[in-house]
């Protein structure tokens, strides 16, 4: 079966009060924008195949700027419309010619939903057109009449609150969409009310409190503080990387992601990029998750000549996998040369966007061995890094 994602980027966020400041979507959470959480569990699910975000006419550069290179089933970004319903479809539109087995609309807006949420929706499909995430209603329900005072008391027995991500039967809910388009009929509020208007078989499977929508300032603060919730919550984990690699004949060097111009090249089974390794093992070590050698094993000809980049967004693709975030990464390589001072931010850069990560998050500094050692006779270079991680309890 194939599962393709639409996440649904392209609201204002009125109602987030972040008036003249980047929509929700785009706002930073501890260290990562808001989308980048929400598309983060999809990514790392083995179900899912690809991932289209569909995002507002006038959001490119800021989604350009989100740091979501080291998602691999991520697609281009699509353009979406007036409404929700039109972005929804145009997005669905887009999926046309990949024509998946089953599509899953999940709100950027919604940065804690989990691969269990994932998987109970995934499963519901096998017997129904739809299912979605939602919750059983906990508080007692009033309607209001004039002057905000009570009219009645609604029973909550059997009402649920929806969530997403919701999933369909491609076909079905593309026509479903298209017909509602074509109708004219009022706005839906989410593609379950289409798929039910349409006649869709559409299933409740059990969502999480905690996957809920960021809709006002409020929900901003509390998302801040679900992220900071230090040792209540997440238990930090530090992990630590060392590798090296001989110089050979070559004409440049790869260290940190970046091609540096050099006078010798570094003999390895891949790029030889040594700082990229040690951070791998890192990572690897904070999760207590094998080495870089255990699962990229050099006697594997898949890996020969390989961008080591590879190997690191697998290690961060491990930590989401867990429900965990990367603290920060504190990167140091020893050589005599080249020079590394010119390309510091370079590679501070492209390490971030391997990991998902604001800039900050990263460090990369430089030293040599006062000529001692293999380094200080300019033989090769070696590398060392720190990885801390929070995983939840």
């Known amino acids: 079966m194939t599962a393709a994602v639409l996440i649904v980027a392209a609201g204002r966020g009125a109602r987030a009060g972040r008036d003249g400041q980047a929509p929700k979507q785009f706002a930073l959470l501890a260290g990562r924008t808001v989308l980048a959480r ?34 691999t ?4 970004p699509v353009t979406g419309g007036a409404t929700r319903q039109d972005s929804v479809r145009l997005g669905l539109e887009a999926l046309d010619a990949a024509a998946p087995d089953v599509v899953l609309i999940h709100d950027a807006a919604r940065p804690f939903v989990t691969q269990d949420i994932i998987a109970r929706v995934l499963a519901a499909l096998a017997d129904n057109d739809g299912a979605l995430a939602a919750v059983p209603l906990a508080d007692t329900l009033k309607r209001e009449r004039d002057a905000a005072l009570v009219d009645t008391t609604i029973p909550r027995g059997g009402l649920w609150k929806a969530q997403t991500p919701q999933g369909f039967r491609f076909s079905a809910i593309q026509a479903a969409h298209q017909t509602a388009a074509n109708a004219g009929t009022p706005v839906f509020t989410d593609d379950a009310s289409i798929a039910e208007w349409a006649g869709l078989s559409v299933a409740l499977v059990h969502g999480a409190e905690r996957n809920f929508k960021l809709t006002t300032s409020e929900d901003m603060a509390m998302a801040e503080a679900l992220l900071g919730a230090g040792p209540l919550g997440w238990e930090p984990r530090t992990g630590t990387g060392f590798d090296v690699h001989a110089f050979t004949a070559g004409d440049h060097v790869w260290l940190g992601g970046i091609r540096i111009p050099h006078d010798q090249g570094l003999d390895a089974h891949s790029d030889g990029d040594a700082p990229l390794h040690a951070l791998t093992d890192a990572l690897l070590g904070a999760l207590g998750d094998g080495d870089i050698g255990q699962h990229f094993p050099p006697s594997d000809p898949a890996w020969k000549g ?9 290690a961060a693709r491990r930590v989401a996998a867990r429900g965990g975030r990367i603290a920060n990464v504190d990167v140091t390589i020893l050589c005599e040369a080249p020079r590394i001072g010119p390309h510091r931010d370079a590679i501070r850069a492209e390490i971030a966007d391997m990991l998902g990560l604001d800039i900050g998050r990263v460090a990369v500094k430089a030293t040599t061995t006062e000529r001692l050692g293999f380094t200080g006779r300019k033989e090769g270079i070696a590398a060392l890094a720190t990885a801390t991680l929070l995983l939840p309890f």
């Open 38 to 71: 929400a598309i983060a569990p999809f990514d790392a699910c083995p179900a899912i195949t690809s991932i289209t975000v569909v995002i507002h006419p006038d959001d490119h550069e800021l989604y350009a700027a989100s740091n979501l290179g080291h998602f």
């Open 306 to 314: 390989a961008r080591s980049r590879i190997f690191v967004e697998d």
């Open 73 to 76: 089933k991520l697609t281009p």
